[in-house]
C-alpha cells in the first residue's frame, strides 16, 4: 500500500517495512449509516474509542460527525470533500514506539441528516510479532511496549477492556502491563 511507503519514508524507515505480515492480515471495510437524531447529545454514533489495528481509511462522507479527543475536549474534524482521514491505529503507535498516537475519537449523530461513513481496517496477521522497531529505540529511548503477537494483544486487550467496565479507549500501555 503506498501511503504505508510513504510513512516508511517520513519515518526513516525501509519502505517494505509494513509490507507482509504487518498489513497482511484481514482488510476490514465498515459502511456506518447513522440516521438523524433530534437530540444529538442523546446519543453517540460511536462511543469514544481508538483503533486496534495498523492504520484505519476513513471518507467520512458530506455531514460532519467525526471527533477526536484533544486536551480533554472533542474537537470536530473539518473534512476536506472527496478525501480520506488517515487513523494511526494501535499497531503503528507500538511500531514507532508511541512517536505516532492512536487518537481516541467517536462519531456523533446529526440533528437533521443522515451520516454515512466508509472505514478500511488494514490489520496485521494474527501470528505476526508487533513490537517497536529498532529506528525508534536507543540508550535515551527504551522500548515503550511489548513485542507481541497481534493475536496476543487482542486477547489480552479484550480481558483488560472486561476488567475496565467495557472502556474501549483502554489505554495502550495499560495493556502491555497487564503481560
Not at 437524531?37 to 446519543?43: A, G, I, L, V, W
Not at 471518507?59 to 486536551?71: D, I, Q, R, S, W
Not at 535515551?140 to 493475536?151: E, G, I, Q, V
Amino acid at each position: 500500500m503506498e501511503l504505508l511507503r510513504l510513512l516508511c519514508e517520513a519515518m526513516g524507515l525501509r519502505p517494505d517495512y509494513f509490507d507482509g505480515d504487518l498489513s497482511g492480515g484481514d482488510v476490514i471495510l465498515n459502511v456506518n449509516r447513522y440516521p438523524p437524531c433530534p437530540n444529538p447529545s442523546m446519543t453517540l454514533g460511536l462511543p469514544p474509542h481508538c483503533d486496534r489495528n495498523l492504520i484505519t481509511l476513513l471518507l467520512p462522507g458530506a455531514v460532519h460527525g467525526l471527533e477526536v479527543a484533544y486536551n480533554g475536549d472533542w474537537i470536530k474534524v473539518q473534512t476536506v470533500p472527496d478525501a480520506f482521514v488517515v487513523n494511526f491505529g494501535q499497531q503503528l503507535e507500538v511500531v514507532t514506539n508511541g512517536m505516532l498516537k492512536s487518537v481516541e475519537h467517536r462519531a456523533m449523530t446529526n440533528s437533521a441528516l443522515a451520516r454515512t461513513s466508509v472505514a478500511t481496517f488494514i490489520m496485521p496477521t494474527e501470528d505476526c510479532f508487533i513490537g517497536p522497531a529498532e529506528e525508534f529505540l536507543g540508550e535515551d529511548n527504551p522500548p515503550c511496549y511489548r513485542t507481541l503477537t497481534f493475536r496476543d494483544f487482542m486477547r489480552i486487550y479484550n480481558v483488560v477492556k472486561l476488567g475496565s467496565s467495557l472502556n474501549p479507549t483502554t489505554n495502550l500501555k495499560d495493556v502491555q502491563k497487564e503481560i
